[in-house]
């Protein structure tokens, strides 16, 4: 299938260097809300329906199916998806190396052509992508609005690096030789999203691989397979030729193992949790019978991030920092704020600001726009409510800790804030990854530094204060891959804040930033003798 408008699309980059991410939508607007709204209502029309694997172009239904409901309503089903497992690897394989073939000498404006064209096709379909979102795990209106701006930002983004990554040329021309620095394409990739962004890392991973010539078996989250599908239909409706991507939901155990082991594999992208992450990484390093090459780990494995609050801070803009950095989306981020460690000077002042922000939270189906949905399921629920139950026992219940009842059934959980925590105590360093705050008093700011840095984890932190002297010192000594100050933890903009963290937070990739796509590409040096 030929790419529709390449040329046309090349030209409206004027010039292609140039960025700007898209504007967030103002739902204090009637119209918007009217918008969204109607977007609800059609999305409801089409929830339940099934969908195929797509190998090479081919949808295959399964005997087994993933089912895939609203954490807000559990007996409402939002889509019944075909189940790939071990058997699937190889066509899907298959499918992606023929695809390869040509895919990889398809000149790069008409794989930038496929990124902006999907970019254009989602702006114009905006809230009806946030709805889904709202649906299959429970973002709230803002939230979603923010995972489908991303998406379009990173489609955007990444058509543009593409160029330029084309354009690059070897730092010197040495005397009687013309040299060319070239970034080939690896080959097949395994592109493996989590369920939090199920729109906007799974298309970001996808659209870097494939503009820089990849082919994809793209395997979404159980969890979120639904906004996934809709994706890839978004990338062959802007001409996507067959076997460029491979749809292909399955479980991880089965399929996804499989398909990481697999010889002809020659990437794998990641965003989940640490201890899938670290499985990937062991699976994908152990060489197979008939493989050339040593597989590259592209991982994000989560974080365990921190605000550390300084006695001369702003402590209403901090209160207000670490409650959106904590609650938004439930805390189901890798860049949450799960600690906030203030200084003891303003440490009382500063709890109770923060609690009477988290009053004013509510609770409720995202659908209606609450602050806080639900978890996105029964697992996640119950883990998140024993940690709650080790809290109460390490630190003080200032707010929260209960699942509100409520008549559908959904996973809902109170924003928690547990006080007095010790900064080696469970909640304080495991990952909860739901609405669950620990507030940890220190003496001095640089004993904050100190314990901001004492997990096994650096992605996201932040610092609030006004002095210079501190804010160099966090800087220089607070180990993350993306520190803020004076503003929240979350929130990353692509072009702005390359996003990837240290230690065991992952590869330290860096998503949205200028060095991205070469993670999926090979360097090649050509060196010609002239005369």
């Given at each position: 299938?030929a790419?529709?408008s390449?040329?046309s ?11 700007a ?6 739902f ?8 969204m709204?109607a977007?609800?209502?059609q999305?409801?029309a089409?929830?339940?329906?099934e ?10 239904k ?8 609203n954490p807000a ?16 690897v ?5 499918a ?6 040509s ?7 008409e ?5 902006l064209?999907?970019?254009s ?40 690096e ?12 040495y ?18 999203p ?29 969890d979120a ?7 890839f239909?978004?990338?062959e409706e ?9 749809f ?12 990481v ?19 990937i ?7 197979q ?20 609050v ?46 009477q922000?988290v009053?004013?939270l ?20 119950d ?35 547990l ?15 739901g ?13 904050g ?9 650096g992605?996201?932190g ?5 002095d ?11 180990h ?5 100050i ?7 903009m ?38």
């Open positions: 299938m790419i529709a390449a040329s699309s090349i030209e409206s980059l004027a010039p292609p260097g140039v960025f991410n898209e504007p967030f939508t103002d204090t607007a009637p119209e918007h809300a009217r918008a709204r977007a609800l209502d999305v409801a089409q929830l339940g329906r969908y195929a694997l797509v190998l090479g172009g081919k949808r295959l399964t005997a087994a199916q993933i089912r895939s409901v309503r559990p007996a409402q089903i939002v889509g019944l998806h075909a189940k790939a497992d071990a058997t699937h190889e066509a899907a394989i298959s992606a190396l023929d695809a390869f073939a895919w990889s000498q398809t000149p790069v404006e794989r930038v052509s496929l990124l064209n999907a970019a096709i989602l702006r114009q379909r905006k809230f009806e992508f946030m709805a889904w979102l709202t649906f299959e795990v429970g973002k709230n209106w803002a939230e979603a609005d923010a995972d489908v701006g991303e998406t379009i930002d990173f489609l955007e983004f990444y058509a543009r593409a160029l330029r990554l084309a354009q690059a040329v070897t730092p010197i021309q005397p009687g030789e013309r040299n060319e620095l070239l970034y080939i394409p690896l080959g097949v990739g395994a592109v493996i989590p369920w939090n962004f199920p729109l906007a890392i799974l298309a970001g991973m996808t659209a870097a691989a494939i503009v820089t010539g990849n082919t994809v078996i793209l395997k979404p989250s159980s397979p639904t906004v996934a599908a809709r994706f239909a978004v990338l802007a001409g996507m030729p067959a076997g460029v991507v491979n292909c939901p399955g479980s991880g155990e089965s399929f996804g193992n499989a398909l082991e697999h010889p002809k594999t020659r990437f794998v992208a990641f965003t989940g949790s640490r201890p899938v992450g670290l499985e990484h062991l699976r994908a390093a152990h060489t019978p008939g493989q050339i090459w040593i597989k590259r780990t592209i991982l994000e494995m989560g974080g365990k991030d921190s605000i550390l300084a006695a001369d801070a702003d402590l209403d803009a901090a209160a207000a920092g670490v409650a959106a950095s904590a609650f938004g989306f439930s805390g189901q981020k890798c860049s949450a704020c799960s600690r906030a460690i203030v200084e003891a000077p303003v440490y009382d002042a500063f709890v109770e600001k923060l609690r922000r009053a004013a509510t609770v409720g189906d995202p659908a209606e726009n609450d602050s806080l949905g639900p978890v996105v399921n029964q697992a996640a629920r883990s998140i409510l024993r940690y709650i139950e080790i809290g109460k026992a390490e630190g003080r219940l200032i707010a929260g800790g209960h699942a509100p009842a409520n008549d559908a059934g959904g996973y809902f959980i109170e924003p928690t804030v006080a007095d925590v010790p900064p080696h105590a469970v909640v304080a360093q495991e990952e909860i990854f609405p669950v705050l620990a507030l940890i008093k220190v003496e001095s700011f640089e004993e530094l100190r314990v901001a840095n004492n997990t096994e984890y992605l996201t932040a610092v609030y204060t006004s210079p002297a501190k804010k160099a010192a966090a800087r220089s000594a607070f993350v891959g993306n520190l803020y004076n503003r929240k933890c979350t929130g990353a692509v072009g702005a804040h390359p996003f990837g963290g240290f230690n065991m937070s992952g590869t330290d990739s860096k998503a949205g930033g200028p060095d991205y796509l070469s993670l999926f590409t090979q360097a090649k040096s050509v060196a010609e003798k002239l005369g």
